[in-house]
């Protein structure tokens, strides 16, 4: 059994989980919940929140403030005084498990940075790595915030998987670097943001024609990097 499956999910209630733009297509798909009930703005100051993870976005209500999209938080229904991510489904606390086990009730669709912890991506030399975690995940000594009961080993992480979530994340995250960055070139209401996000992506697909007419507009005369496909009766199959 992974150790997930018996933990009280001390990473769900200890921090702000930051959420780039397909997260937050992804998420409004699969919980059917709107943007504005799983998603708030943290202001981040010190930059803590964002780490070298999450872009900042300025609004027009507070343009001085640096804040991240994050997932709400609410009150833990079964450890009373703290806090966890609102997709947290929380087990009773038993003899055997005082904290109870907790499940993901959005495993399908939970956001990159619950899928890539406690993993990180090397840049240097694309590879996967395990980060050291703490015993507890806010200063706050809580036992709510109690991280996993021992440091994660490689045998722990399928590492197909683990390569494949961090390069979607870092796919992603980059996106939402160039995203943050026109947004902040003229930061609007922060009512206005959802809207944004979804237009963005709506219109993330370029066909072939779009492409051509960018190039001509921008005077650039080589084709687009693609896949090359062969026809089927062109390619040799070897057994
Ligand atoms: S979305 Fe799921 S995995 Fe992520 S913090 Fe919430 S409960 Fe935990
Ligand atoms: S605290 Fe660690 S062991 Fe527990 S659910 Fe989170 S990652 Fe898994």
Redesign the pocket.
């Known amino acids: 059994m992974g150790?997930?499956e018996s933990?009280h999910?001390?990473?769900?209630r200890s921090y702000a989980i930051p959420i780039n733009g397909a997260d937050i297509i992804r998420m409004e798909r699969e919980s059917k919940l709107t943007f504005w009930e799983f998603a708030c703005r943290w202001a981040d100051p010190q930059g803590e929140i964002a780490g070298n993870y999450a872009p900042h976005f300025h609004f027009q209500d507070e343009p001085e403030t640096q804040f991240v999209i994050c997932l709400k938080q609410i009150e833990s229904k079964v450890l009373p005084g703290t806090q966890c991510c609102q997709f947290l489904q929380e087990g009773e606390p038993d003899a055997e498990h005082p904290l109870g086990i907790s499940r993901c009730g959005m495993y399908l669709g939970r956001p990159a940075a619950c899928r890539v912890?406690?993993t990180k991506y090397d840049v240097e030399h694309e590879l996967p790595i395990l980060h050291t975690?703490p015993k507890y995940g806010r200063e706050e000594q809580n036992p709510a915030y109690q991280?996993?009961?021992r440091q994660w080993v490689k045998e722990d992480v399928d590492p197909i998987a683990v390569a494949h979530e961090l390069m979607i994340a870092r796919y992603e995250v980059s996106f939402f670097n160039h995203i943050a960055e026109a947004w902040n070139r003229s930061p609007k209401p922060w009512d206005m943001f959802p809207g944004f996000i979804r237009d963005v992506y709506a219109n993330r697909i370029s066909t072939q024609s779009d492409i051509e007419l960018l190039h001509a507009a921008t005077s650039k005369t080589e084709t687009p990097s693609t896949i090359s496909m062969q026809q089927p009766s062109t390619i040799k199959m070897h057994q």
């Open positions: 150790m997930c933990c999910a001390g990473c769900c912890f406690p975690v991280l996993c009961p």
